[in-house]
């Protein structure tokens, strides 16, 4: 059973760096999968921030990528989410989630809410 599990700060301030580390058991990072990062804002739907390949190819959202950077450890078999330049409408739950190809996601972790705030 593939479980992953976010972490990393809940609260940060606006103009700094969110920094997340998703913790992947129970299957390789660099077999086969496709690693993203998701996120929900307050009233609003799931938005789709970028992801790595099992290969360690990255890819991201053209609306976010100019301040995205997605990286891997294969050794801790986990891979980290950096947002930078955060604004208060970055606030969100934020997802590791595995898909098995575009947006066929079939495992999510549970969440972790991050507040950006003064």
């Known amino acids: 059973q593939v479980q992953l599990q976010e972490s990393g700060p809940g609260l940060v301030k606006p103009s700094q760096t969110l920094s997340l580390t998703c913790t992947v058991s129970?299957?390789?990072?660099?077999?086969?999968?496709?690693w993203n990062w998701i996120r929900q804002s307050p009233g609003k739907g799931l938005e789709w921030i970028g992801g790595?390949?099992?290969?360690?190819?990255?890819y991201y959202s053209p609306s976010l990528k100019s301040r995205t950077s997605i990286s891997r450890d294969t050794s801790k078999n986990q891979f980290t989410l950096q947002l930078s330049s955060v604004i208060p409408e970055d606030t969100a739950v934020y997802y590791c989630?595995?898909?098995?190809?575009?947006?066929?996601?079939?495992?999510w972790g549970q969440g972790t809410q991050v507040t950006v705030s003064s």
């Open positions: 989630v595995r898909a098995m190809g575009w947006q066929a996601y079939d495992y």
């Open positions: 129970g299957g390789s990072i660099t077999i086969y999968y496709y």
């Open positions: 790595i390949t099992a290969s360690g190819t990255t």
